[in-house]
């Protein structure tokens, strides 16, 4: 963040000159702030309606900081804009509000970052740009998703570009994965910003993540993706490790990516293909799983799996027991346990026996 250019004995003395000359419609709004959180956001039980005041609070703060921005000189100053926020939050305890100033190559009009969140189970973010100091500073750009939110401000690079990477993260589930979204966004010369990159694009309902970092120009995400025999809280799991990378083209993509215990997709993925050719009577299609002739004439047609975890195997050829179920005609369920082995083509059906007769 760039630092005034004033120190920081004469940064109070123009704080507290400003506080006395700030205009009068800056109470005003204090005030409707203060009712619109206390009095209509609290009795709100409508998540539509609750959406729409909390998007005329965003606005309260949006006019709060383009106030002094437009005032310029110390009035445009971060410290300047964090006290006046200060009083909004002193006046409401459910809303968190923080600026800064991207530090922008030289020439550039001040950018200023609004990073501001609402706490409690329907918490929000919002991410707020500004463009410029004085009377043409204008709010240039905002996005507002569910969950906490975080930002990152990347420097700009040989093409000028300031970039933020703006991340909303959801409460933590049980293993406590949460949901995350990420947006990238390009501030360019001329005040002009853009949404550059989404996670929505491949993501619509959010990384489910057990872990995130980053660091200017990567996101890395780790999380279990959801295939074939994937069950929640099962040890041993299949785990990616997605490191996104700066493009060319300005937005972010996959450049590299880590598999751990890939065997347990494999394996749900061979057990998927053997369910369903047992429903729909493939013998060729039984034969490539169940090398054993006797062992396939044994297999009921109506095997079903079980959301039962598997414990992982102990060694590279060691075999992993998985459990299913048989539905009879009389809808009887009778369990059974499928033995897997790892074989050079792939996972193979070596036993399977009804665990109780």
Avoid: N
């Amino acid at each position: 963040m760039r630092r005034p250019w004033f120190g920081p004995g004469l940064a109070a003395a123009w704080l507290a000159v400003a506080a006395l000359v700030a205009p009068a419609g800056a109470q005003d709004r204090l005030e409707r702030f203060r009712a619109l959180a206390r009095e209509q956001l609290a009795a709100a039980a409508d998540t539509a309606e609750r959406e729409r005041l909390v998007g005329q609070l965003y606005e309260l703060v949006d006019a709060e900081v383009l106030d002094s921005l437009h005032g310029g000189g110390p009035f445009a100053a971060p410290a300047f804009i964090r006290e006046r926020l200060d009083a909004m939050m002193e006046a409401w305890g459910g809303v968190t509000l923080r600026v800064v100033r991207a530090a922008v190559p030289s020439g550039r009009e001040p950018l200023t970052v609004g990073l501001y969140t609402l706490s409690g189970p329907d918490g929000s973010g919002a991410l707020r740009f500004y463009s410029g100091a004085g009377p043409e500073a204008t709010l240039s750009g905002a996005s507002v998703h569910a969950g906490q939110l975080e930002a990152q401000v990347w420097p700009a690079g040989a093409d000028r570009v300031v970039r933020v990477l703006a991340l909303w993260a959801g409460a933590p589930e049980a293993q406590g994965a949460r949901p995350l979204r990420g947006e990238l966004w390009a501030a360019h010369e001329g005040g002009r910003v853009e949404r550059a990159w989404t996670s929505a694009a491949e993501w619509p309902d959010g990384f489910w993540v057990s872990d995130w970092r980053t660091q200017p120009g990567e996101l890395v995400v780790r999380y279990q993706p959801r295939y074939p025999g994937w069950k929640p809280g099962c040890p041993g799991q299949t785990e990616q490790e997605d490191h996104y990378r700066l493009t060319a083209a300005g937005g972010l993509a996959v450049a590299r990516r880590q598999v751990t215990a890939a065997w347990h997709r494999e394996l749900g993925a061979a057990a998927d293909r053997l369910f369903g050719a047992l429903a729909a009577r493939d013998p060729a299609g039984l034969a490539r799983l169940v090398p054993a002739p006797a062992l396939r004439a044994r297999l009921p047609a109506t095997l079903v799996a079980e959301p039962v975890c598997e414990t992982p195997p102990a060694g590279p050829r060691a075999p992993v027991t998985m459990a299913a179920t048989e539905v009879r005609d009389d809808g009887r369920r009778v369990p059974w346990a499928l033995t897997w082995t790892r074989q050079p083509a792939g996972w193979r059906l070596s036993a399977a026996r009804p665990v109780l007769q």
